[in-house]
Every structure is written in structure tokens, then in C-alpha cells.
């Protein structure tokens, strides 16, 4: 302005404002309900949440989980902004030989703070426990006719070999040596079952001992390659 005597007069302040640090920052978690004894089959279904936990906006986010399959892109993802998904995976008789499937999901983002192609970047990972292998084999033998035989009577006899574990069976061997029976079973999976007939022609023998007994035996690997064994027994009068 100007004093009485037309003199300018001058005035002035500046003031500064200070802002906080800008940082990028992302968040991956993980979650199921399904946290123990899973057996082969079950599905799993997993809650992926992606969060901006910096101060600056996120570009370019990917989210990626590999084991289930999951990939998904967000253009834009705001301060403090989440977004969630979700995927799922079946358990594997690998999983149960393992006792155990972790997963694990990924985030990643282009980094604004930064001149380069610095990413910005979280996973989280999710455990679920299987329950215990059980490799089992089950032998059911049965017998037409059972009783009152005479000598040339022919017994007909029904072996049926059931893998009632909850793991795959490898060369099974099906005997029942009275009968000749010899038979292989290269694999059995989970719940399958194999069934065989054989014959016994009774004999002045069986008539003296007022019976005749047979055996039919299973006996196999597990996928640790332990054996497996099986048997059952049938008596005809």
C-alpha cells in the first residue's frame, strides 16, 4: 500500500504445511474353515481379502493363489479399500500321504511412490490337516452249497476284495491256494472292489473230517510301501 506521503509500504508471511510420508502398502489374508482331519475329496474353499494398508492409492494389483487356480486383477485399489475372493481345492491322496496342504496366496501392485518398476508385495499362507492314512483291505469269501455235502459235490466259492482304506493299493495278490485261485491286482483305489469265483470238489477226505475249510488271503503294498494284509475263511459240513 502506500503511507500518507504516497511511500509504498510492503507486508508478507509465508506459511508451510507439512505432509506425511507417502507409502505404499498392501495386506493378503488367508482363511478357511476347514482346518483339520480333511480327507481325500473334500473341497476346501479358502476367503482371500486384498487390502490397501498404505497412503497412496494402489495400480495394477494382481492377486494369484497357484494350488487353486486363482488369478484376478484390481486396476484400482484406494487407500484403506479391500476386496475379497474366493477359491477352492480338493484334497489330493498326496495331501494325505503328507498329512498336511498349505496354501498360499499372493498380491502384488506397482508401487506409486517409486520411479521404477519397484512392486509392492504380501502372501499369507493356510494349513489344513489331513486325516490319518488308513490303508485297509477287506476279504469276504462265502460258499454255495455250505452243508450236507457228499463226495463230488462241487463248492463254489465267491471272494470279493474290497480296499475299505482310504489310500490306493498296489499289487495285490488274491490267493487261495486250496482251490488254485492266484490271482494280481496291479491297483486297487479307494473303495473299488474285485470280485472272483473258484471251486472245491469235495473228497473222501472232507466227508472223514466232516469239513472242509478254506482261506482266501489279500496282501498288498500302501503308497509308503508297507504291506497290507486281508484274509477271510469259509467252512463247509
Known amino acids: 500500500g502506500k503511507d500518507p506521503k504516497n511511500n509504498d509500504v510492503h507486508g508478507e508471511d509465508t506459511e508451510t504445511v507439512t505432509t506425511i510420508k507417502a507409502g505404499a502398502g498392501i495386506d493378503v489374508q488367508k482363511t478357511t474353515e476347514t482346518k483339520e482331519k480333511a480327507k481325500v ?30 488369478h484376478k486383477e484390481i486396476a484400482e485399489l484406494g487407500v484403506g479399500v479391500t476386496e475379497t475372493f474366493t477359491t477352492e481345492y480338493t484334497i489330493k491322496e498326496a495331501d494325505l500321504l503328507n498329512g498336511s496342504f498349505t496354501n498360499t496366496a499372493k498380491a502384488e501392485a506397482d508401487d506409486p511412490t517409486k520411479d521404477d518398476d519397484t512392486k509392492v508385495t504380501d502372501q499369507d499362507d493356510e494349513t489344513v490337516t489331513t486325516e490319518e492314512m488308513n490303508a485297509h483291505i477287506k476279504v469276504e469269501k462265502t460258499a454255495e452249497p455250505k452243508e450236507k455235502l457228499e463226495v463230488g ?21 488274491v490267493v487261495d491256494a486250496k482251490t488254485d485261485l492266484n490271482a494280481s491286482i496291479d491297483v486297487l483305489a479307494v473303495d473299488e472292489v474285485k470280485t472272483y469265483t473258484t471251486q472245491h470238489v469235495i473228497t473222501e477226505a472232507d466227508l472223514i473230517a466232516g469239513q472242509f475249510v478254506n482261506k482266501a488271503t489279500a496282501d498288498g503294498k500302501d503308497p509308503k510301501n508297507n504291506d497290507v494284509h486281508g484274509e477271510d475263511t469259509e467252512t463247509v459240513t
Open 41 to 70: 475329496g473334500d473341497t476346501i474353499i479358502y476367503t482371500i481379502t486384498v487390502k490397501n494398508i498404505g497412503n497412496v492409492t494402489l495400480t495394477d494389483v494382481k492377486v494369484d493363489d497357484d494350488n487353486t487356480g486363482l
Open 153 to 173: 459235490n462241487v463248492v463254489t466259492y465267491t471272494i470279493k476284495v474290497t480296499n475299505d482304506g482310504n489310500v490306493t493299493l498296489y499289487n495285490v495278490a
